[in-house]
């Protein structure tokens, strides 16, 4: 992708794309694993098997929900996660980067798994909540995938699709993207390796800095 002159709105993903908490994410299951005498994680391990749906992604780490359904363990997660939300911060060069979509005359939005409410407080709360003119996130903890809230977010903007770009960090991102219709930029500094993304059919963005030299 040369550039971004051909579109006129973006919708950015939150976790991982502009939030930097793959981590956190990883620091909060390991204590759970921990708790339950399961393996702990790497990062790298991580970011090699985290996937959409979320539970699928907890019968990797060794959950029996036989013993204990999902929706226990994926509350548990969330709640431990949010008492330690704001130990992260957002990726460098965010800011100078919804400054200059901005300033180039782009509609900006948020397309998450996370929750609605925390969603919306991490943004006014990190400083970047101004520069959105529609957030949307889910309506429980659970992050089963966030195709259908894209189609309402799709509903909001009321733009031919072409002028719309999806930036996100996951496989899951590329999918929602190909469902809604729209192009998609990846990004891999969040929660996949670079492996995983690069074999998709997708334009691969080193870091957020570089998409200000696509503008």
């Known amino acids: 992708m040369s550039d971004l002159s051909n579109y006129s709105h973006v919708i950015w993903d939150w976790n991982g794309t502009l939030l930097n908490d793959a981590w956190l994410c990883v620091d909060v299951m390991n204590g759970m694993l921990a708790d339950r005498n399961l393996p702990i994680l790497t990062v790298e391990q991580y970011k090699a098997i985290f996937d959409f749906p979320v539970k699928d992604y907890y019968q990797k780490l060794g959950y029996d929900f036989d013993k204990e359904p999902f929706e226990k363990v994926g509350m548990e997660f969330m709640n431990k996660y949010n008492l330690r939300q704001w130990e992260s911060s957002l990726h460098?060069?965010?800011?100078?980067?919804?400054?200059?979509?901005?300033?180039?005359?782009?509609?900006?939005?948020?397309?998450?798994?996370?929750?609605?409410?925390?969603?919306?407080?991490?943004?006014?709360?990190?400083?970047?909540?101004?520069?959105?003119?529609?957030?949307?996130?889910?309506?429980?903890?659970?992050?089963?995938?966030?195709?259908?809230?894209?189609?309402?977010?799709?509903?909001?903007?009321?733009?031919?699709?072409?002028?719309?770009?999806?930036?996100?960090?996951?496989?899951?991102?590329?999918?929602?993207?190909?469902?809604?219709?729209?192009?998609?930029?990846?990004?891999?500094?969040?929660?996949?390796?670079?492996?995983?993304?690069?074999?998709l059919d997708i334009p691969l963005i080193i870091s957020l800095i570089e998409l200000k030299e696509l503008l």
């Not at 609605?116 to 006014?124: H, R, V």
Request: glycine share 10%.
């Open 92 to 199: 460098h060069g965010v800011v100078p980067v919804l400054e200059a979509f901005r300033n180039h005359g782009f509609r900006q939005y948020i397309l998450s798994a996370r929750e609605q409410t925390e969603l919306i407080g991490e943004t006014k709360v990190l400083g970047v909540f101004k520069y959105f003119d529609h957030i949307f996130g889910l309506d429980d903890h659970y992050a089963h995938g966030k195709t259908g809230v894209g189609f309402r977010l799709i509903e909001e903007i009321r733009c031919p699709l072409e002028k719309i770009v999806f930036i996100g960090d996951t496989r899951h991102d590329a999918e929602v993207a190909f469902e809604l219709g729209i192009d998609c930029l990846l990004i891999p500094n969040g929660h996949q390796t670079r492996e995983r993304l690069s074999v």
